[in-house]
Each structure stands twice: as C-alpha cells, then as structure tokens.
C-alpha cells in the first residue's frame, strides 16, 4: 500500500507530460476560441481617434460591412499581420476599422508612420474597456461586422493569407461589402 502512494504522484506526472507532448506536436491546431458575440450586436463604443480629431463610434459604422481590428504597438504579432491589413485596404476596399488597445497614443503614430496605416480611422482604448466589451483575447483580434452593427466573425490573433482566401473575403463578399 505504501509503494502506491509513492506511484501515485509519479503517475499523475507522467499524465500531464503525455497530455503536455500530445498538445506541443507542430501538428495540433488548438480549438477556436469561441466568442459569445458571434450574432450580437456590436457593444457600444465611443473613441477619440488618433488623429485627435473626431471620434470612432459603432453608431457612425452601422448600415455598412465593417472589420475592426484591435491592434498596438507593442504587439508583434500585429506586426507579422500588417501586410496582410494594407493589401485589404488597398486591394481588396475593404473598409477597416482600427481600435489601439492598451497603447500609448504617441507609439501607434510611429509604429503605422513606418509600416503604413491601412485603417480609415483609428480609436484609442487606452484602459481595455471596449476590448472587453468586444470581448478581446489579446491583440489582434478582428471583428467583421455586417451592415445591422452585428458582429458575424472573429478572427484571433494574426490574420494569414489563407485565412483572408477561404474565410474572411468571401464572408465580406457574402455580406455584400462594397
């Protein structure tokens, strides 16, 4: 009886190490977090814009198919996805939207005075709360949005370029993005 209650630790080390190497293989795709905003309503929001004049609210983006992106500076993922953000804007029309999340206003503007801004406006959400309302992860995140103010996708982490192939154009084709 003694001996099994030495086993036991040992036994459920070796679980988690087994449960641990089964998750690190380069082959395991995590679940999709799930967001309860899928089919909601668009929480409310009202940002100053970086450019300090104006505001960025969801009242002002409703009757037209949007994407928010929530991005920062800090971020560097949103780095790795910036090219795939200005070929949207460029290339695709798409209208898009930026949120800069838990950012210093001062580094957005140097940070998209060096990669480009690709976003039509940009609202500044210094403390997190529209990010929470969103319902946000971490950066990037991106919200596409149909023309009701209803948030239909949602994106974790860096847009790819297959992502935006299969998934995210034709859903905004879908929704009659112009």
């Not at 909601?40 to 004049?53: H, I, N, Q, R």
């Not at 037209?64 to 929530?70: E, I, K, T």
Request: net charge neutral; proline share 8%; charged share 20%.
């Amino acid at each position: 009886m003694r001996k099994l209650f030495y086993l036991a630790p040992l036994l459920a080390f070796m679980v988690l190490a087994g449960w641990f190497a089964l998750a690190l293989r380069p082959d395991y795709q995590p679940q999709i977090l799930p967001s309860a905003m899928i089919d909601k309503p668009v929480p409310a929001f009202d940002l100053e814009t970086l450019s300090g004049t104006g505001k960025l609210s969801m009242a002002a983006l409703k009757g037209q198919v949007v994407l928010v992106n929530f991005f920062a500076s800090w971020c560097v993922p949103c780095r790795i996805e910036h090219p795939i953000l200005m070929r949207l804007a460029e290339q695709e029309h798409v209208k898009l939207y930026g949120i800069d999340y838990k950012d210093r206003p001062d580094d957005a503007r140097r940070v998209l005075a060096q990669l480009g801004d690709p976003y039509r406006a940009i609202g500044l959400d210094p403390d997190g709360a529209t990010g929470i309302n969103f319902g946000v992860y971490g950066v990037p995140e991106t919200y596409v949005i149909d023309k009701t103010g209803t948030i239909r996708k949602r994106f974790v982490g860096p847009l790819t370029a297959e992502e935006l192939q299969q998934e995210l154009l034709p859903l905004l084709k879908q929704l009659g993005a112009s």
